[in-house]
């Protein structure tokens, strides 16, 4: 039987934008009808945990989506850049985001705004990027572009799948071609708990060392790292048992 895994040698960021695309409108659903329990109950609270309490700084928020995150976080800060790809994902959140005059948005990769960033982030920044770091094939100039458009001082969290546990979480841990130690490109059907779909997304494995050693190399002070699992009463709504965390969070000083 052949698997539904495929492990690509490479892609480009307009074929990843492209799968964002796709999968647009059912995340924006998804998130909004409660049916992701894994986002409200588990992502929201750890990245409200990480994010400091300062309504003075402007939010940068690398990978934005559909912007259901972003509007949660909107009211805490005086500023919001939503950087974004996708365009599917930017017209969803635009929508959804209307009624906010604290937000604006940029259709590019992150990669390719930093002439735009180094000349509007005045002030202290906090830098987010929830769930897309696993999305980004080349993290080092990801990396490089974050350390020129960062002041001393501004803050960078990112959420990923938790490399130790995510490829057996899904199920790819056992395919000939997984590694570990080795930066690898998956392409698989999206799915979260309570759904699947026919939509299929890249993500990029990489070994917790990859990311430490990348961001510390370019000024960045790893302040914490946190695995966080579901209360009893939330994991009961899921239909199988956390046997492990399933993500993993950062939270970086740039020095």
């Known amino acids: 039987m052949s698997s539904k895994f495929s492990h690509i ?3 480009s960021s307009q074929e990843l ?16 009808s409660g049916l992701d329990i894994t986002f409200t ?17 402007t939010l940068i ?3 934005s989506g559909t912007g259901e995150l972003t509007k949660l976080l909107a009211m ?18 635009k929508s959804a985001l209307s009624t906010f005059s604290n937000i604006r948005f940029i259709n590019s990769y992150f990669e390719d705004c930093e002439e735009q960033l180094f000349y509007d982030s005045n002030g202290k920044n906090i830098f987010l990027a929830a769930m897309m770091l696993s ?11 974050l350390s020129k458009v960062t002041h001393r001082g501004d803050e960078f969290i990112a959420t990923i799948p938790h490399p130790c546990f995510w490829p057996r979480y899904w199920g790819y841990e056992k395919e000939s071609w997984f590694s570990y130690k080795e930066e690898l490109m998956i392409k698989a059907p999206f799915k979260i708990s309570l759904s699947d779909s026919e939509f299929k997304t890249t993500h990029i494995h990489r070994p917790i ?8 190399k370019y000024g960045f002070n790893l302040l914490k790292m946190s ?11 899921y239909p199988k048992k956390w046997d492990y965390p399933r993500f993993l969070a950062f939270k970086w000083l740039k020095n």
Request: glycine fraction near 2%; aromatic fraction near 6%.
């Open 9 to 11: 040698k490479s892609i």
């Open 17 to 32: 934008a492209s799968e964002w695309d796709g999968l647009a409108s059912e995340r924006h659903r998804q998130i909004c």
């Open 76 to 93: 805490r800060f005086e500023r919001v850049i939503c950087i974004e790809p996708s365009t599917r994902s930017i017209e969803v959140a």
């Open 209 to 216: 060392e990859k990311y430490i050693s990348t961001f510390s």
């Open 61 to 63: 928020d690398i990978g």
């Open 135 to 145: 999305a980004t094939p080349k993290i080092d100039r990801f990396a490089q572009v």
């Open 41 to 57: 109950h588990v992502m929201v609270p750890l990245v409200e945990s990480l994010i400091s309490q300062d309504i003075d700084t």
């Open 227 to 237: 695995e966080p699992m579901p209360s009893q009463e939330i994991e009961s709504l």
